[in-house]
């Protein structure tokens, strides 16, 4: 059974290790980063987001497919299912209520105070169900689902003022990341960084963690970053694969078409968990 990151993020930040977020875009994507995950012995976090539910066919199938998929390959890692980038109140509930453990309310986009109440309405509901709420300050930059926008650095008194006033469990305080692509090189804030986890004390997440490079990683893990995600870096390992093999292969079952891409898909899971230190930590 999928279960809430609490736990996990409260042992990475003891140990000073990152938990990834793999976002998951089908049943295949499912099973080949649960079975990469379990046989690096890694916890994972499956992020979905808002677009990644709707293509799936909505929160109850997605946490439907994800149990039994883990009672079918026996796994037996912890795995957090997690709504990622929750747009509202109504989403993140949509999402508990279908059994999500984990989700994100993202109201980054509004000034402090309407964050604080969107952000503290879902943590009042998500504590009736012992769900861990994520919540976003600053501005991630970049891609993500069909929307487009800037990189806003965090303020450190906001994200004081954030903690102090809702419930939330986990923080992604935006510092100069962006989802999708990088143009030009990655520019974090990890003073800031660091600050914020002397002064909040909460495990902290960066999201856009695909072309940030490696040793960057390592020192924001150093600064408190508890918990990395990923999507766009495994979409070009699975989809690059898939676009040469298919080039002299004539395989026409989609089962068969499919895997194509599983094996460069697994090791760019493989690769982050070595990356973060996760392995061997189920
Ligand atoms: P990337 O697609 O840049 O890896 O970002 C993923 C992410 O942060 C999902 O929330």
Request: hydrophobic fraction near 40%; charge should be negative.
């Amino acid at each position: 059974m999928v279960v809430s990151m609490k736990e996990m993020l409260e042992k990475a930040k003891e140990g000073k290790y990152a938990i990834p977020q793999f976002n998951i875009n089908n049943l295949e994507w499912t099973r080949f980063i649960l079975e990469e995950c379990q046989k690096n012995n890694s916890p994972v976090i499956l992020g979905v987001s808002e677009g990644a539910c709707k293509y799936m066919g909505g929160f109850k199938t997605i946490y439907d497919m994800t149990n039994d998929l883990m009672d079918y390959l026996n796994i037996t890692i912890p795995v957090a299912l997690h709504l990622d980038h929750g747009s509202c109140f109504e989403v993140c509930k949509d999402a508990i209520d279908a059994g999500f453990k984990s989700v994100m309310i993202d109201a980054s986009r509004f000034e402090l105070d309407e964050n604080i109440r969107i952000t503290k309405e879902v943590t009042d509901y998500a504590k009736l169900y012992n769900v861990s709420v994520e919540a976003e300050i600053g501005h991630v930059g970049g891609q993500e689902d069909e929307n487009n926008s800037g990189i806003l650095y965090a303020k450190v008194d906001e994200c004081i003022e954030l903690v102090n006033q809702t419930k939330i469990d986990f923080l992604a305080p935006a510092l100069g990341s962006v989802h999708g692509l990088y143009k030009g090189e990655p520019k974090l804030n990890f003073e800031r960084m660091e600050e914020i986890k002397e002064k909040t004390n909460m495990p902290l997440v960066l999201h856009g963690g695909s072309g940030i490079y490696d040793e960057q990683l390592k020192t924001a893990i150093s600064c408190g970053i508890c918990k990395i995600n990923f999507n766009t870096e495994l979409q070009i390992a699975w989809s690059d694969a898939l676009r040469e093999e298919i080039k002299h292969n004539k395989a026409y079952d989609p089962r068969k078409v499919i895997k194509f891409g599983e094996v460069a898909l697994k090791q760019c899971v493989s690769n982050k968990i070595a990356l973060l230190g996760s392995s061997n930590r189920a």
